[in-house]
Antibody, heavy 119, light 112 residues
Framework: QVQLLESGGGVVQPGRSLRLSCEAS????????MHWVRQAPGKGLEWVAV????????NYADSVKGRFTISRDNSKNMLYLQMSSLRLEDTAVYFC????????????WGQGTLVTVSS | DIVMIQSPLSLPVTPGEPASISCRSG???????????LDWYLQKPGQSPQLLIY???NRASGVPDRFSGSGSGTDFTLKISRVEAEDVGVYYC?????????FGGGTKVEIK
């Protein structure tokens, strides 16, 4: 079955960088696009970024554009989110999600990893 | 950006009774292919979100048939025919028509 396992979260100071990882299994990773979605403490869901199956196409929410970079390594079944110039408002649980073939539906989600930006 | 508005914010429900959640979008989510680009997700307490309904009315794999999605254009509804205790959590609609993808604010369903 599809499994997505995020890692890399932690406490980081404002302005610093952090890289999140998402290990995928149970499906042919190179066939599907992938998303990152975040959820600030006690708040709703916010879409962050999407990457195509081959990594050639990437899109971002305005709130992270220019600061975050989504990437993938299909040889390792890994998805990444490089976060730079972190702000207090980036504090959230970050979920990776598999994209349904043919549209942007998030059909499987990981359990999430918590990023806390604090001085 | 496409704004998504859900109502109600909170929905107390009685087990065995029906429940309904509304989602409205700031622009039509209906494409020329006759599909509505609207998903429903449920986030149970302490868990990650799970897909319930995609393309407006298609149940995801493993989702009980008491869940149904309807609507078209800008007005959508998620219905639970008979609520069960395991259905509690926060329900979100999301438009998948265009980037940036946007979620509704969520509807918290709890047992009375």
């Amino acid at each position: 079955q599809v499994q997505l396992l995020e890692s890399g979260g932690g406490v980081v100071q404002p302005g610093r960088s952090l890289r999140l990882s998402c290990e995928a299994s149970g499906f042919t990773f190179s066939t599907y696009g992938m998303h990152w979605v975040r959820q600030a403490p006690g708040k709703g869901l916010e879409w962050v970024a999407v990457i195509s199956n081959d990594g050639s196409n990437k899109n971002y929410a305005d709130s992270v554009k220019g600061r975050f970079t989504i990437s993938r390594d299909n040889s390792k079944n890994m998805l990444y989110l490089q976060m730079s110039s972190l702000r207090l408002e980036d504090t959230a649980v970050y979920f990776c999600a598999k994209r349904r073939y043919g549209d942007y539906t998030h059909d499987h989600w990981g359990q999430g990893t918590l990023v806390t930006v604090s001085s | 950006d496409i704004v998504m508005i859900q109502s109600p914010l909170s929905l107390p429900v009685t087990p065995g009774e029906p429940a309904s959640i509304s989602c409205r979008s700031g622009q039509s989510l209906l494409r020329g292919n006759a599909y509505n680009y609207l998903d429903w997700y449920l986030q149970k307490p302490g868990q990650s979100p799970q897909l319930l309904i995609y393309m407006g009315s298609n149940r995801a794999s493993g989702v009980p048939d008491r869940f149904s999605g309807s609507g078209s254009g800008t007005d959508f509804t998620l219905k639970i025919s008979r609520v069960e205790a395991e259905d509690v959590g926060v329900y979100y609609c999301m438009q998948t028509l265009e980037i940036p993808l946007t979620f509704g604010g969520g509807t918290k369903v709890e047992i009375k």
